[in-house]
């Protein structure tokens, strides 16, 4: 069984490989690169297909993610959007329904259910907006708070068995990586990265049938 796979970088390219009987020439390029043993399926990653195979992962990580909380919000009269909602009203203030929608890339009448079952509810209420006497102002309750509270030290249980094994430093790393990918990308998206996608307006409008 081969061992598992290392990675190294040298001249641009990440050099992956395995410890096993391997060509003899790529593996004195990845040893004078400072990566010693015998390699075999050695594998060339560049740059893009780096960045590629990071892509390839966020989806799964963000399905296991939501799943996980899921499974945390049984019993509790949470939702995953409305989740969503109240952490970003607990880390950015007060906001309007539609800029709460440019934020989660979901559509203002999306945003609007959740907001209005989070009212009902008692985790968010409702304000004057001085800047804009039409569109009020999103706010957390202190029901709101001691929930989401609740389910974020649940959720930082899970996470500290997720990354044992995993150096502070990298995961640090890991997150101003993702952070700089995540706007090169947008900013290639341009003016429509913030529109909701159609799939996601006709979902929206499904649910509020």
């Known amino acids: ?34 990566h010693l043993g015998r390699y075999d399926n050695l594998v060339v990653m560049n740059r893009v ?9 966020v989806r799964p990580l963000h399905q ?15 939702t995953l959007p409305l989740r969503a909602v109240l ?4 880390d950015g203030g ?6 709460l929608g440019r934020e989660l890339l979901v559509s203002r ?10 009212v009902r509810l008692g985790h968010l209420a409702l304000r004057d907006n001085p800047a804009h006497a039409r569109s ?32 502070p430093g990298d995961l640090a790393h890991c997150a101003e990586v993702l952070g ?3 706007a090169a990308v947008r900013e290639i998206a341009g003016p429509g990265a913030t529109v909701p996608h159609p799939d996601v307006r006709a979902a929206d409008r499904a649910r509020s049938r």
């Open 1 to 34: 069984m081969s061992a598992p796979a290392e990675l190294a970088w040298c001249d641009g390219l990440f050099w992956r490989g395995f410890s096993a009987g391997a060509e003899p020439g790529r593996v004195a390029q990845v040893e004078a690169c400072g």
């Open 49 to 57: 297909d780096a960045a590629y195979a990071v892509l390839r992962h």
């Open 64 to 78: 296991f993610s939501a799943r996980a909380v899921s499974d945390l919000l049984v019993g509790t009269d949470l």
């Open 87 to 90: 952490e970003l009203l607990l």
């Open 94 to 99: 007060p906001q309007t329904v539609p800029d």
């Open 109 to 118: 009448q999306g945003v609007q259910k959740v907001v209005d079952d989070g």
């Open 136 to 167: 009020r102002l999103v706010t957390v309750t202190p029901r709101g708070e001691r929930v989401f509270a609740q389910l974020r030290a649940a959720e930082a249980a899970n996470l500290e068995a997720a990354t044992t094994g995993i150096e």
């Open 180 to 182: 700089r990918l995540t």
